[in-house]
Every structure is written in structure tokens, then in C-alpha cells.
């Protein structure tokens, strides 16, 4: 009987250690923090850390919640972030935190590893906070601005990043964890949402501005919103928006094209030391708009429609990785990656040059472009 | 010292334990009418409701008889009609060794009449409400039906109200109770089987089963169980309930309860077995399955569909006010990050301004709570709506305006209290399950009430009830065995009986259900 007991209150004892990191914390001792930006200020060699916390003290039923800015710094990001505490009654909780804006300077000086490692580590932090890039000056600056709908600009912003690739198509998500992996892949690299501010209504308002591209973990350059949709086509990972296009052979926009799927298959091919990447895109679209009236009842006509989108996308989608080819020579497209999964010793012995290779990679670009639905109306 | 005064005490006690269970004195009667009386008066001494009337007859002056009761429990028409009429008038009357017989088989106009020549059977009738005739001369007496059985009227019982279906409620009265029993179950299969509890009331238990249907071990578990019992009054059931029960620490029911005679025969026809007490109109069924929680008599008057959700929602309930306050703290206070930001942001401001710690504030508002409804069960029905005031407004509105109490402890507290009365038969272990899985939740997070939680459903898994366990986890569960549990089946698809608690599984014999198609 007494070794039942012993066992018993051994096993119990137990829980102690095994149940982890807690504490009771009451909720009127934490500070909410919605999101977050962070800088480093190059002449005090410091971090610079923007959080903007839930105003307890406005918020009310009638008013909704709003919030307001703590500003701290510190030589290493944890220094920054504790020191908040001095200007504080509660401690940040980071548990809700939605949103991290990562200043273009701290981007480009790649200390972006540092500020992951941080955020990773931190047993609040979540690992789907959205990140972002700032265009602007500073972090601060996005998450200092009024947002149009939300009181509070962390999640207005966050909000913006989440529907926009299924409507506008102009940026990419990518979430904390997802850069964790990034930075630590083989063969691909990393691109992060950028936004900028832009004016509206004669007031300062962040808006999506395509994407930023790195290399390792170095800033070093930005795709605009149109490139991002070409680049999104290229990787595959296009759900939503609008593909411009024309209904004659000339050169002019007058049909707008909804994506509603697209599918994108990528394979290589690798003979006599050169390797022919081929990107096949198979697009659904339901037309929505067309400047003259047209006879969307005419299958030629549709067809014609289609060509034409497609010799769009084919060149749009060229035109994009030329680009990152000749300017920024960074595999954001995963080619690399590709070439790594289905053939591993082949990537073993190109990854050393792989930089070079990429610059002259060919690529060859196909699209089809299925129009799947016309609002088809006449007047009588 | 005192080790010496215990044990001087317990001595004491001993000697008047002894004393009340000697039994009494079974002296036999003598042939004098005077000497039986005597008796009769020495071991009813103090008790000045008994009667004792000498009788002699018209014909016959040497024929002396003397009857005796008690006032107040026999029928005084039947004594005068069928016994004292019959006794002064009959020419039948004769003296000698058979005059008994002949007073029983030619005179008396009773229907029931025993003859006996023990002292403790006279007693044990007299006080019951029969009456005891002496004739001079004879050395038995004749124990006369005469009881009179003054009961409240057959109603509807308050706490098992329904919606449709037989509104008749037991009383306090053993026969009354088992004519209601007879009437709906005409089969010689309906057994009775009497025995006497308490050493001082001699009440009477009947035990009601079908025996075609019922599982004899768990019957002669039953008995022998009922046979250990050693108390000096059962007045209600639940005497019985606790006397018996298998794990006798657990709050969990292992008997079933009702006051409703539809109900008892809806068990006994599953194999159960039905404990009648006299004195009180709670009846027991028994073996007690956990899901008989979740059921109600009403389930089978209702449309299925409407009582398969009903279950569920029992089900549901019954983990919502477990869970619900030790829920909130886990996740207030530990677990924010799983809260939605606007949640957590509409708690945080209702939270600021109030003093106290949510996990302090969950104990006074259950406490509050628990208070409130101790009240409203007891009280008169007059101050019904002062309480429901001072609940409602004070306590609701009051306390979350002064910034006492922050209103989602409200909600959690409200969402608690009324779950809880969608399971009224669990409402002890309810309490205290909800407090043990707070205090896991306010000092281990989810982790805690996880594990409070896991420890509860094992305890609920360890409960059996007269050797059944009470949730059965075999391996091998047959579909027909769950039909009646998380949902109710409708009659036609319920072909056999449930569970190792019935002998007999057949309940319809073609086996289709009378499905006519």
C-alpha cells in the first residue's frame, strides 16, 4: 500500500516538471501588443523597436479598441524589447502580436536572421505573424499612420496582406515560421511583402507595393505589383486578381480577366551541361469586363481573347525573370530548389556556381488561358 | 485518560446497542383472555393509542373475546361491521380448541386473517394497523386485517415535471405504490418480494422485478446487500441508496431514483430491478448505468428525432458546466494566445478596472451562484421573486457596474448555472467535478484541467453499479447496445435489450420491428 502511495505521488510529481512554461498572469498585467516594427539605427549600432499595443485606457464599448505607439531601443533585440517596460505599467505580451514590419535598412544590412532567430525563440511570440517589409524610412512609420478601417494599423495592415492574393494579386504572404525555412533552404530565395505609404484622401495610408526581394538574408531590390503578379504566375502561387488584356491584336488594354485558378507546372531539363527550365501555366478566367461591345457569343472571338492573354502572361512572365536574372541574380523562383529535390547529386555539383548558372538559366515560358465564364449581356 | 473514557463510553453504548436489539420476548400466550391482554399491556406500555375492548357474545355469555388496536390506523367501520357485529351476534361461535377456526372460517367477515401464536408477530401487526382478537381460552390470537391507509392523492411529482405522456406520481404509501405498479404490468412475471428494514420502524421494502427479464445475480447481490443492513429507521430511499452503494466515497449516482410509475416500469422491463420503501413515494432502480444520467422518462414519449438532440444536448451540458469556469481561467490566465486579439482585447478592458484575480473572482461567483440556488430550492414560494431580483439585478448588473465583477464571469457563471440544470440527477457530482477542475485549471493552465479532466472520466470509468460497470468499455460494442445512449433509436429499431443487466435480450420477437413494409 505504501508503494502504491509513493508511486502514485511520484508520478504526480511529475507534472511539475513536464507541464512546461506557464505562469498565472492576470490579464490586467499585460500590455497587448497588435504589431510590431523594428529598425536598427546604423550610427548607435541599436535596435529600434515600434510596438503598437492595445490602448487599454481608450478603448471602450462605444469608441472600439484603439491603440497607441511605445517606442524602445536596445543593442540586441531582446535589450530593446524589455526595455519598453521602463516607459510601461504592464510588460509587452507578444502573444497576440500579428503583424512584424522589418525596416528596409535593417533589411539590407541583413540583420533580418537576427530578428527571426528572436522572434522564434520568444515562447509568446507566434510563429504566423505576418512580416512584412517598410519602403518608408522606418518601420515605425507604416505602423504610425491611421488605418482606413481598422483603428488599429496592425491589423488593418495584416488584413490588407491577407486578402491580397487572392484579389489584387500584387504582393506575396509569408508568414515568420515560413522565413525561418526560407533562410535555411537550398536553392531558393526569399521574398517578403513590401509596402509603402501612399496618399489618400490627402492623408498619409500604407498600401500593398509588391515585393521585396533578398539574397540569403540581404535586401536587394523590389518587384512591383505587376512583376509580383507575373512572378506569383511563375511560382505558382496565383489564386485571385485581375489579368488586363486586349481583344484585338493591337496594343491597347480593354479586357479585364479574372483569375479564378491557375496552375502552374515547372520542370527542367538538363543536357550537355545546360539546364532548360520549361514553366507550363494553365490558366482559368471568367471575363468581366469588355470596353466595346463584343460578341462574347462568338467562340473566334473568345479564342482570340485567350491568345491574346496568353502571349500577355508569356511575355509578362519572361520579361520578370529576366529581370531578377540580369539585376538581382536571385533564385526567388526556386528553380534551384527544384533541381534539388528531383535530382539531388545534380545540385550538389551546380549549387557552388549556382549564381552564375542562374543568370544565363533559359527559360522557356508557356500559358494557356482557359476562359471559363463571360457576363455575357445585350441590349435589346 | 483518554483512551480510558472512549472505551468507558464505548461500553456504554454497547449496553444500549444490546438492549435495543434484544428481541422481544417471545413468551408464548396463555389460555387466559385476562393473562394475553396483560401481556398485550406490559409490551405496549406508554403507548396510549391502544384499544382494548372485550367483546362478549348474545348467545352465548361464556364466549368472551377481546380485540385490540391501535386509534388512528385502522378503519373503525370495518371493526364494528365485520368483527364486533359478527362477534355479539353469531350463533356459530363455539367454545373449545377449534373455536379459532371456527371464528375465522364461519364468523369473522374479514378478508384477510392470520392466526399466530407469537408475540412479535402481534406487535409487529398492531402497530401497523391491524387488529388482534383474543378469545378466552385459546391460546392463539387472530391478527384482522383493518388498516387504514390515508395517503396523499396520486399527483404529478414537482421535480419530474413532462411535456406528454402519464402524469401519475408514486406516494408515500408501499401498497398504493405497487397497486399503480400492478395495474400497468398484468403479468404473473411482475414479482414482489417483501423485506423489513430498520430495527425500530420495521419498514417495509418491497423489491419489484420482472423474472423472465431480470439478472438473477445481480438480484441476489440485491438481497444479499439489503440483508447486511443494520440501521435503526430507513426513511427515505436514499438510506437505502447510500447502504448499498458500490464505491461508497464517489459522488457519482450508482442507483437510479424517480417518483414516476411509467418510469419504473420502462426499467424494470430493461432488467432492472425496483426498490419500493414504504413511507416515501422515491423509488430506486437499479443497476444504475452512467448514461441513465442523460435519459429521462419523457425521451420515450417524444419523437425521436426531438430526443436524440435532447440527449445530446444533456451530454454537452453536462461538460459545459464541468469545464466551462475552469475553461476560462486556463485560457484567461495561461492561454491567452488562443484567444482571438478582438476577444482577448473585449476581455482585457472589461478585466482592468476590477480588483480581483479572474481565478478569485470564478470561486465567489460560483460560490454566489451556488448560494443563490440552495435558496431558491428552500424557500417559501412568496419570496420566490425578491430572490430572483436580488440575483438577477444585484448580483448581475450591480457588480459588473460597480466593477466588481467583470462581465464575461457573468456569462461563464450563467452559461455554468443553467447547463447544470439540464443534468438535475448529477447535480452533487457536477459541484464538485467543476471545482476540482478549476482549482487544476487556476493553478496548471489547460495542462491542469486536462489532467483534472482525465483523472474525473477515469474515476467515472472505475464506477460499477451491483457489479456493472457503469460505462461499459469493451471492446467489442455491439450497435443494438448503443441505440438507447447518445441518441435515442426509435422504438422499431430497438430489438433487443441493452447490456449485461437483462437475462432475457429479446424485447420484440420478429425482430423487424413490426415494420409493416
Redesign the interface.
Known sequence: MVKKVVCVLLCLSM?FPL??C???????E?T?V?GVGIDYDKASEEYMITSEV?D?SK???QTG?KSSIVESSGKTIFEAVRSAKRKLINKL?W??A?LLVIGNGLAQQGKISAVIDWFMSDE?C?ETVDVIISQEKTAGELLKTEGLTDSVTS?ELREIINDDQSNTASIRKVTLYQIFNLLRARGVSMVLPALHLTKNADKPAAEANGLAVFKKDNLIGYLSPNDTKSYLFAVGDINGGILPVSSTDENKTDVSLEITKSKTKTSYSYQEGKITVEIKIDTDVSLDEVEKETDLLDEKKITEIESNAQKRIEKQVSDVIKTVQTEYDSDIFGFGSMIYKKDPKLWDQLEPQWDKIFQTLQVKVTSKVNIINTAFLRAH | MFHFFSKHKEEIVNQQVAKLNAPVQDNALSCSLDENVKILKDLLIDVDVLLIRPIQNNHNSSLKYCIAYCDGVVDSAIINDSIIKPLMLSEAAVQGKDQIDVLINSVLLINDVKKTKKIKDIIEAITYGDTILFAEGSNEAVILSTKEVRTRAVTEPENEKILSGPREGFNESLIQNLSIIRRRVRSNELKMKYRTLGRITQTRVCICYIDKIVNKNILNELFRRLDTIDIDGVLDTNYITELIKDSKLSPFRTTGYTEKPDVVVGKILEGRIAVFLDGTPVVLTLPYLFIENFQSGEDYYLSYYYTSFSRFLRIIGFFLTVCTPGFYIAI???H??M?P??L??N???D??S?PL???VEAYLMLFIFDVLRETGIRMPTGVGQALSIVGALVIGQAAVDAKLVASPMIIVVATTGITSLLVPKMNAPIIYARLLLLTAA????L??LI?ALSFLLIHILTLYSFGVPQVSASGNLQFQEIKDTFIRAPWWDMITRAGATVRDKVRMKSGDGGNHG
Do not use: H
Not at chain 2, 487556476?442 to 493552465?445: A, E, K, L
Open positions: 507534472i507541464s512546461g506557464w505562469s498565472y498572469i492576470g490579464l490586467n499585460i497587448i497588435a492595445i487599454i478603448s471602450n464599448k479598441i505580451y502573444g497576440n500579428q509568446e507566434r491589423y | 484567461v490566465a495561461y491567452k494566445e484567444l486579439t478582438s482577448l482585447t476581455i482585457t478592458i478585466r482592468t476590477v484575480p479572474a481565478a487556476t493553478t496548471f493552465g495542462f491542469g489532467l
